[in-house]
């Protein structure tokens, strides 16, 4: 089993400059990277002999609005060596495209598909992209920290607002 630092040092030995950031003084160590070395990275760290992370336990999608960002955060585990990290690549929310991995970890299809309703990020190359939570006319992304929820959806209600002082059961 790796610690942090060591997996940090692997990836930073093979894509340097790539990695944006490093932190590892936190429950949820991980590196930073931009969409460009996902790919050669995320190949690598399954198929290094002393990383071997097979298991994609998570992927998932991140707003960062007032920094104009998306991310996905990617948590990886090795069933072989019984350590675990993440990787979080940082995105353009004006161009939010990312590499799909699905090829490199089959839960990463339905993972990416989610994060592509929930947060709007592309994954290009991804081998069926359809939409997976939301309906195909839906407009937005409700995860998206600017999202603004719509009223009714086909005259359907869906939100609905109560007066914080009065219980769902009282009438006005």
């Not at 298991?55 to 998306?70: E, K, P, T």
Request: charged share 25%; with cysteine.
């Amino acid at each position: 089993m790796l610690s942090p630092q060591d997996i940090a040092d692997r990836i930073n030995q093979r894509v340097g400059a790539g990695v944006l950031e490093t932190v590892l003084d936190d429950k949820h160590p991980r590196v930073h990277i931009g969409p460009q070395t996902w790919r050669e990275l995320a190949i690598f760290l399954r198929d290094d002999p002393g990383l071997s992370f097979d298991w994609l336990s998570c992927l998932g999608g991140v707003d960062y609005v007032a920094r104009g960002q998306l991310a996905v955060v990617a948590d990886l585990y090795s069933t072989v060596h019984r350590h675990q990290f993440a990787v979080k690549v940082l995105i353009d929310r004006a161009d939010p495209r990312v590499p799909s991995i699905a090829h490199i970890w089959s839960a990463a299809n339905w993972h990416e598909r989610e994060a592509a309703d929930l947060v709007g990020i592309e994954f290009t190359g991804h081998p069926d992209p359809r939409r997976i939570l939301l309906a195909d006319d839906w407009v937005g992304n409700p995860l998206r920290k600017d999202y603004v929820f719509p009223r009714e959806v086909h005259g359907i209600p869906a939100s609905v607002e109560l007066d914080w002082q009065q219980k769902p059961d009282q009438k006005k």
